[in-house]
Nanobody, 120 residues
Framework: ATLRESGGDSVNSGESLRLSCVAS?????MGWFRQIDGKKREGIAS???????DYADSVKDRFTISQDHAKKTLFLQMNNLKPEDTAMYYC??????????????????WGQGTQVIVSS
């Protein structure tokens, strides 16, 4: 699968953004990760082909992951953004169950990333 993210931008604290990820195909599980320079890549949300979702505590109640099978597009709606949400955001796809949803090693395919900057 090939993945291409878009939607990253520079916004103020409290504002919203919606990230998109166009996939060549939807797989067993799709996820969103983020990474700050020098830190580990963090799993923030995932969704299975059937629509079951998981979220990291840091984004629960603020972020929503969704998918449009017809358009082969994965979304991440991010509300009430905070400066600590500043990171490069990556879309990922797992072809089968390989481990916990929040671990980068559980995913086979990755996009190139889209930058989100939140100013206070």
């Amino acid at each position: 699968a090939t993945l291409r993210e878009s939607g990253g931008d520079s916004v103020n604290s409290g504002e919203s953004l919606r990230l998109s990820c166009v996939a060549s195909e939807f797989t067993y599980c799709m996820g969103w990760f983020r990474q700050i320079d020098g830190k580990k890549r963090e799993g923030i949300a995932s969704i299975t082909r059937q629509g079951n979702t998981d979220y990291a505590d840091s984004v629960k109640d603020r972020f929503t992951i969704s998918q449009d099978h017809a358009k082969k597009t994965l979304f991440l709606q991010m509300n009430n953004l905070k400066p600590e949400d500043t990171a490069m955001y990556y879309c990922a796809a797992a072809d089968r169950s390989r481990g916990a949803w929040y671990l980068p090693g559980s995913y086979m395919y990755w996009g190139q990333g889209t930058q989100v900057i939140v100013s206070s």
